[in-house]
């Protein structure tokens, strides 16, 4: 019974691990992006994050004039990335992102934790 009663636990304790893991650590989707950095900030009380929007375009008037958007939310986990990002602010960039399935207070507000950023040339 003893042997039974250990392995049950031990089942248990990986399972939760495997589950946590999942949760937070297992990149559902990825992709990129394009849109312009509208709002970028450093923010928290007791983890400071990086968190952005980005407004995406879906129709464009005149070949300039966007009037159809919507926003795109992230997270910069990575504080070189987001040192840089804060510099791009308010130009068309094109940003990485992976999307989880949980959220980590440390990591950010969102699933969508951005890796990489490039802009645009106008």
Not at 42 to 67: A, C, M, R
Not at 92 to 100: A, F, L, N, S, T
Not at 105 to 112: D, I, K, L, P
């Amino acid at each position: 019974m003893k042997k039974f009663i250990t392995i049950l636990v031990a089942s248990l304790i990986v399972v939760l691990i495997a589950g946590f893991w999942w949760k937070y650590y297992y990149t559902y989707s990825d992709g990129n992006r394009s849109g312009l950095l509208q709002k970028f900030s450093h923010k928290g009380n007791v983890f400071k994050t990086y968190e952005g929007e980005l407004v995406l375009n879906s129709l464009v008037v005149n070949g300039t004039s966007p009037i159809g958007s919507e926003k795109f939310f992230f997270s910069v986990d990575d504080e070189a990335l987001g040192k840089k990002m804060q510099e791009l602010e308010g130009q068309k960039v094109v940003v990485h992102y992976e999307q989880k399935n949980g959220t980590l207070v440390w990591r950010g507000e969102t699933e969508y934790i951005v890796d990489s950023v490039r802009v645009v040339a106008p």
